[in-house]
Every structure is written in structure tokens, then in C-alpha cells.
């Protein structure tokens, strides 16, 4: 199995108006690197229970939550590579261990394929495949980011843009096209900071200069809460 990963880091999650975005970006540039990739659409193909399970786990706000998801950097077929991300949060820190692999090999048999590896990470994941049962890919999420990359001391720094929100719960597969419904409709932008330790200085100035508020806001949970009240508003003129 080629290309294991752990990440250890805490993450914080900003919404930004247009003005606050342009405003980020401007000072950004001075600090860090753009990606060289420049804008590229994520697709995140999310595990759970038939109850849904983990996210309204997730959505309850405990001390620990887990995710399990299949993640493709644009549309993912045959040898294209994915990664099989168990993510993990607990109070405030979030570990991160994934697992590099094919879309061929994802398709064949996901599980199959993990049980079938000796390493660590497939055990942590086969071990949260058997104690849930019932996972299967429920909502497939997709978003076009851009990212920025801090450089010496501040290697471990990362800040993320993502825009276009969108989800679905039909053609579940990497490789189905990269439309879906939208998740928000107010245009704000969803930044993303990512460190092994602190934010930096400059940056805590730049957000609170900014008047920037962190929020808790999940792609997941706010795609999920979407299709739980479609349902309930069906039952309700139903009845």
C-alpha cells in the first residue's frame, strides 16, 4: 500500500463575505504560496449507517466524532488516485489517517481492498467498517477550493477557500460528473485554517481586523440537515 498519511492539527472554519474574502487574499499573498494547482473541485464521498449515524453524532457537537470518506481531487476513474480518509476529532484536534489507493481498486470492493492490507491504518479503518455495520457511501459533497501553503517556520500552516458548495444522494461514484445541489445560498465563502500548533500573529490579526467570526459550519451535517427537512416538509403535506 503506497502513500499512508497521518495528520495531527487543529482546524477552524470561517464564512466570509466577498469583501472579507478579497480582503484575506490580499494579505495572504504576502505570507504564503498558492497552490500551483490553483482552483480544483473536491469530491468527498461520505460513509454512513442507514440512520445516518455519524453525522447527526457529528451534529450534536460531542467531544469525539469520526468521519469516513473517499476523496478524489477532481473526477476519479481507473488509475486516477483516491484517498480513504478516516477523520477524527477530539476536543478541538482532529487526526486525520487516509489511505492511498485507485479508483479501480475503490470500486471493485472498497472494503475488501482495506481488509485486505497489513498496515495500522486499514486495521483502525476495518475496525470502524465492522463496528458500524451498516456503512455505505450516503452523500456525495463537491466544492472548488483554492489553498495557500505557509513557508520555514510556518510550514505547517494552511488556509483553504472553498466555493460552490453543492451535494447529492444519487450516482454516488467519483466518477458521475461534478454537478449537485447547492448547500448554502448566500455566497459566503468557506475558509478553512489549518495548523500543527498556533495560528500565527499576523494572521489572527488579519481575521479579527476583518471583523471574521469562526464558525462550526459542516458540509456534511448542513447537506444532511438539507434532505432531513425536505423529507419532514413531505411528511408534513403528506399528513
Not at 50 to 59: A, H, I, M, Q, T
Amino acid at each position: 500500500m503506497s502513500n499512508i498519511c497521518v495528520f495531527k492539527r487543529y482546524e477552524y472554519k470561517y464564512l466570509l463575505t466577498a469583501e472579507q474574502y478579497f480582503a484575506v487574499l490580499t494579505e495572504l499573498d504576502k505570507h504564503m504560496i498558492a497552490d500551483k494547482h490553483g482552483k480544483s473541485t473536491i469530491q468527498s464521498l461520505y460513509y454512513d449507517t442507514d440512520d445516518f449515524l455519524l453525522v447527526r453524532r457529528s451534529l450534536e457537537k460531542p467531544i469525539y466524532k469520526e468521519k469516513l470518506r473517499l476523496r478524489s481531487y477532481g473526477q476519479a476513474k481507473g488509475d486516477d488516485e483516491v484517498f480513504l480518509e478516516l477523520k477524527k476529532k477530539y476536543d478541538g484536534v482532529v487526526f486525520k489517517r487516509r489511505i492511498q489507493l485507485t479508483a479501480a481498486d475503490a470500486e471493485r470492493g472498497l472494503f475488501d481492498y482495506v481488509r485486505a492490507q497489513k498496515e495500522q491504518i486499514a486495521k483502525e479503518i476495518t475496525y470502524a467498517v465492522d463496528l458500524y455495520k451498516t456503512l455505505a457511501p450516503r452523500v456525495l459533497l463537491l466544492y472548488d477550493r483554492t489553498a495557500y501553503f505557509g513557508e520555514g517556520t510556518e510550514s505547517d500552516l494552511r488556509v483553504t477557500f472553498d466555493t460552490n458548495i453543492r451535494y447529492r444522494t444519487d450516482r454516488l461514484t467519483l466518477s458521475g460528473g461534478t454537478d449537485g445541489t447547492p448547500v448554502r445560498s448566500d455566497g459566503k465563502i468557506l475558509m478553512e485554517v489549518k495548523a500543527g500548533t498556533s495560528i500565527p500573529m499576523w494572521l489572527c490579526r488579519l481575521i479579527s481586523a476583518n471583523g471574521i467570526r469562526k464558525t462550526s459550519f459542516s458540509k456534511y451535517g448542513s447537506a444532511y440537515s438539507i434532505e432531513r427537512n425536505k423529507q419532514l416538509t413531505e411528511v408534513k403535506q403528506v399528513g
